[in-house]
């Protein structure tokens, strides 16, 4: 069964950490760029942050830029989002998505991407 599966959400005091991680199965991850989405309640989803081939080709949007670091492991065919210095804005249900790197991009646009993730919730009170 081709799949990304999204795990490690949870809840979090300001300030903390949470390392989220993305899955895939029935397709090898390292021929794709992934991306981290959020979508908060009411708001429109947005990208946080992603990779392509290599480590250098990580991007992160403003609002994440020095807190979250984002990684993959190819061998475990997996993408990680460590997030560190939470804050309750951060509170969103948490989607990876996987796009071929054919295409050219090392950031999956959200509405072309190949395969998505059904979510995991974070949530940043206290």
């Known amino acids: 069964q081709v799949q990304l599966v999204e795990s490690g959400g949870g809840l979090v005091q300001p300030g903390g950490s949470l390392r989220l991680s993305c899955v895939a199965s029935?397709?090898?991850?390292?021929?794709?760029?992934i991306g981290w989405f959020r979508q908060a309640p009411g708001k429109e989803r947005e990208k946080v942050s992603c990779?392509?081939?290599?480590?250098?080709?990580?991007h992160y949007e403003d609002s994440v830029k020095g807190r979250f670091t984002i990684s993959r492991d190819n061998a475990k065919n997996t993408v990680y989002l460590e997030m560190n210095s939470l804050k309750p804005e951060d509170t969103a249900v948490y989607y990876c998505?996987?796009?071929?790197?054919?295409?050219?991009?090392?950031?999956?646009?959200?509405?072309?991407?190949?395969?998505w993730g059904q979510g995991t919730q974070v949530t940043v009170s206290s």
């Open positions: 998505a996987a796009e071929n790197l054919l295409s050219g991009s090392d950031c999956p646009r959200w509405i072309v991407a190949d395969y």
């Open positions: 990779i392509g081939a290599s480590a250098s080709s990580a």
């Open positions: 029935g397709f090898r991850l390292r021929y794709y760029a």
